[in-house]
Structure formats: structure tokens, C-alpha cells
Nanobody, 127 residues
């Protein structure tokens, strides 16, 4: 199983990015909850957003509400994260991850808490 995240980059405050995560090797991608999590240098792992296997249920951490949007296309085995109105404090390495059983962990933990995770894509917000 592989999760390949892309779409990160350097953007000015107030700017936007769209992250993508393509999954491969899953028996059935649509069986899995998908997550975006992030980690800034020297800080703990932080959940960004969750999306249910069918895409009908989503969760956002408070800092992401109203600015970020998670979505998925099960036909393409892909999950997305639209980042709008980016702030310098959003600078981090963003990972996509998956689990068959949903769990909530806004902060802390490790990528190994998930069933599968990818290599991350860097988002840097700076003027």
C-alpha cells in the first residue's frame, strides 16, 4: 500500500494550495477513512481533517474550519485538501493517512497510529 501526497509549495499569506493524495495497493480504497495530518518542526503531530469512507462525513480541527476543505474521489483513489487563506502558522509537512476504523486524535500520537500513511508534502506560508 502506498499513499503519495503532492501539491505542497511556498505560498504567501492569504494564498491557496490544493493537496492531493493518491492511494495504491488498497484492496478497496472506499473501505477506509482518510485523514490529513500535519507536523511543524519541533511540534507534535496535529490532525487537520478526516473524511469517511464514502465521503459523506467530515471533521475539521478548529483552526481548519472555514479555511480548509477535505474531499475524496473513490473512483480515482484520491483524497484532496483545499487550503485557503493560508497563514504562516500553517507551515508544516502535511501527510495523508488512512484507517479502516475511525478514531479522533486532534493532537499527539504518531503516524504509526494509522493503518497507512504517506511521505508528506511541505507547505510553507511566508511573505
Amino acid at each position: 500500500v502506498q499513499l503519495q501526497a503532492s501539491g505542497g509549495g511556498l505560498v504567501q499569506p492569504g494564498g491557496s494550495l490544493r493537496l492531493s493524495c493518491v492511494a495504491s495497493g488498497f484492496t478497496l480504497f472506499s473501505d477506509y477513512w482518510m485523514y490529513w495530518v500535519r507536523q511543524a518542526p519541533g511540534k507534535e503531530l496535529e490532525r487537520v481533517s478526516d473524511i469517511s469512507s464514502g465521503g459523506l462525513v467530515t471533521f475539521y480541527e478548529d483552526y481548519a474550519k472555514g479555511r480548509f476543505t477535505i474531499s475524496r474521489d473513490n473512483d480515482k483513489n484520491t483524497v484532496y485538501l483545499q487550503l485557503n487563506d493560508l497563514k504562516p502558522e500553517d507551515t508544516a509537512l502535511y501527510y495523508c493517512a488512512s484507517s479502516r476504523v475511525h478514531f479522533r486524535r486532534p493532537r499527539g500520537g504518531a503516524l504509526s497510529d494509522y493503518d497507512y500513511w504517506g511521505q508528506g508534502t511541505q507547505v510553507t506560508v511566508s511573505s
